[in-house]
T-cell receptor
Framework: AQKVTQAQTEISVVEKEDVTLDCVYETRDTTYYLFWYKQPPSGELVFLIRRNSFDEQNEISGRYSWNFQKSTSSFNFTITASQVVDSAVYFC??????????????FGDGTTLTVKP | GAVVSQHPSRVICKSGTSVKIECRSL??????MFWYRQFPKKSLMLMATSNEGSKATYEQGVEKDKFLINHASLTLSTLTVTSAHPEDSSFYIC?????????????FGPGTRLTVL
């Protein structure tokens, strides 16, 4: 069975601080996909990044960066110079890759990030 | 990017009534759609996998007779909550996998907030 753990339930930072959201996953599959989503108060999931299990390159997109460490089954997300608009619930998710279950995702419990001005 | 819509976005109904929620892929075809449920301040839990032209596959613990799923076309899946009760109040989110694009594509709808009085 797959499992995603986001140990940080809530994080509060002051604007311009850097913040890292942790994600640890468990799977027996050798091929899988990892995702991060942002969920603002409106409820709609906003896709942030997708990473496949064979690509351990870290990625940077503006103020966002992701560190994928297969050896520790972690896929952490860092926001640099946080802003109030970053306040939201962030979900890490793991998706099966095989055809019969493609796209079927297991979500972590989410981390509520509050950025104070 | 691909767009998935849900209708209605919000519904309030009386206990005992049935509610139908539609999930449409607007600019792509999807043989597989997924239905998730999210309680307040909780994670997304997969309810069922909707397959076009065949029966849905339900996750353990999800009542098939309570949550009826129909995937009649490559662009539409419906979730009907039958004889809804207050405990069915939740945020329901669907996602769709394009026919083309590989296993890692999953697009989420904006969600439907159901309140049962």
């Amino acid at each position: 069975a797959q499992k995603v753990t986001q140990a940080q339930t809530e994080i509060s930072v002051v604007e311009k601080e850097d913040v890292t959201l942790d994600c640890v996953y468990e799977t027996r599959d050798t091929t899988y996909y990892l995702f991060w989503y942002k969920q603002p108060p409106s409820g709609e999931l906003v896709f942030l990044i997708r990473r496949n299990s064979f690509d351990e390159q870290n990625e940077i997109s503006g103020r966002y960066s992701w560190n994928f460490q297969k050896s520790t089954s972690s896929f952490n997300f860092t926001i640099t110079a946080s802003q109030v608009v970053d306040s939201a619930v962030y979900f890490c998710a793991l998706s099966e890759a095989w055809a019969t279950n493609a796209g079927k995702s297991t979500f972590g419990d989410g981390t509520t990030l509050t950025v104070k001005p | 990017g691909a767009v998935v819509s849900q209708h209605p976005s919000r519904v309030i109904c009386k206990s005992g009534t049935s509610v139908k929620i539609e999930c449409r892929s607007l600019d792509f075809q999807a043989t597989t759609m997924f239905w998730y449920r999210q309680f307040p301040k909780k994670s997304l839990m997969l309810m069922a996998t909707s397959n076009e032209g065949s029966k849905a596959t339900y996750e353990q613990g999800v009542e098939k007779d309570k949550f009826l799923i129909n995937h009649a076309s490559l662009t539409l899946s419906t979730l009907t909550v039958t004889s809804a009760h207050p405990e069915d109040s939740s945020f329901y989110i669907c996602s769709a996998n394009p026919l083309a694009g590989g296993y890692n594509e999953q697009f989420f709808g904006p969600g439907t907030r159901l309140t049962v009085l």
